[in-house]
């Protein structure tokens, strides 16, 4: 069966903690808290993924200022990597926030490299490092996909002009 990507909403908030906590480990959750005022604030441009009708992963984008979008979280369950589930969640924020932002940001372990390889295919660039970003004191990559960059991931990922 296809992979579906449906909108995040409040409804399934614990959908979506359930993921989080699946998927991260302990010290990089977020609270409750934070989740759902990340679930009621930025819905528009967050999507959780389903196949078979289980609920395998999901993605948090913000709008953290006029024109930057800004992917929170983005997380798949371990036996379902690999088969373009991260790719179709990050390609649903893209193409949603295409027209509304002009950039988009993130921040990555320096040591994920399978992230950081989703994130380059589809054109984010490392802009700068940060030392010390996580609470185990690894350093993280900003990245930032901009300019021609997104115009060339709005075509990788086929978002609707
Ligand atoms: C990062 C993550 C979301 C990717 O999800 P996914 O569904 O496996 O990603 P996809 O299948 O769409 O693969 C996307 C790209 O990632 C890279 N990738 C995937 N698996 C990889 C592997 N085992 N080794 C190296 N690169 C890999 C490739 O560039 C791939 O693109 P390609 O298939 O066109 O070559 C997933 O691995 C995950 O949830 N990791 C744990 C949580 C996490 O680290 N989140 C990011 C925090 S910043």
Same mark, same amino acid.
């Given at each position: 069966m296809a992979? &579906? *990507?449906?909108?995040?909403s409040m409804d399934i908030i614990n959908i979506v903690e359930d993921l989080e906590r699946r998927i991260f480990r302990p010290s990089e959750i977020y609270t409750r808290g934070f989740l759902e005022w990340l679930c009621e604030n930025c819905s528009q441009s967050?999507? *959780?993924a389903v196949k078979d009708g289980v609920y395998v992963g999901y993605i948090i984008t913000c709008i953290d200022r006029p024109g930057q979008g800004h992917v929170v979280s983005v997380g798949v369950l371990p036996g379902y990597r690999g088969m373009g589930i991260g790719t179709m969640l990050m390609c649903s924020s893209i193409c949603r926030l295409r027209g509304i932002v002009e950039s988009? *940001?993130?921040e990555v372990r320096v040591s994920n490299e399978v992230a950081i390889n989703l994130y380059s295919k589809l054109g984010f660039r490392i802009h700068h490092r940060i030392p010390g970003y996580y609470s185990d004191g &690894?350093?993280?990559y900003f990245m930032v996909l901009n300019n021609g960059y997104l115009n060339q991931a709005y075509s990788t990922c086929q978002c609707n002009p």
């Open positions: 992979i &579906e *990507v449906k909108r995040c967050s999507y *959780v988009i *940001v993130l &690894e350093d993280a």
